[in-house]
Each structure stands twice: as structure tokens, then as C-alpha cells.
């Protein structure tokens, strides 16, 4: 029997609309890059780009600029 990776969930949730201060898509938070590569991504890469969303937000609410 072979083990089956789960795909992580996409963040999207349909507000794509980039902010132009932050570089950053007012949604879900992804660079565009991030966006344009997520389904090619793999679970390792997408976990990583999950990750850096948390940060992200956390420095948006905290005032900071968010490194994208």
C-alpha cells in the first residue's frame, strides 16, 4: 500500500485584488509568483508558503510591512 501526501488547501478565498503597498494579494496574503506557481508546487513548498502567510499576516495587523 502506498502512502498518499494531502495536498494542502489553496488560502484563496476570491478576494484577489493586489495591494500595491504591500505587493501582497489583499486576500490571501500570496505574491503573485506564489499564486501563479501554487498547483506546481509541491506539499513541501506549499506548507512553506502557509507558513510565511501567518507571518505575514501577524506583521500586517501589527502595522509592520510584511516581507513578501
Known amino acids: 500500500m502506498t502512502a498518499v501526501s494531502s495536498q494542502p488547501p489553496s488560502p484563496c478565498i476570491d478576494v484577489c485584488e493586489l495591494d500595491q503597498r504591500t505587493g501582497l494579494c489583499a486576500g490571501c ?3 503573485l509568483d506564489e ?3 501554487w498547483s506546481g508546487f509541491s506539499v513541501e513548498e506549499k506548507q512553506r508558503v502557509l507558513d510565511q502567510l501567518e507571518v505575514r499576516c501577524e506583521r500586517i495587523l501589527d502595522g509592520v510591512e510584511p516581507i513578501a
Request: hydrophobic share 50%; glycine share 16%.
Open 29 to 31: 496574503f500570496r505574491t
Open 35 to 37: 499564486i501563479a506557481g
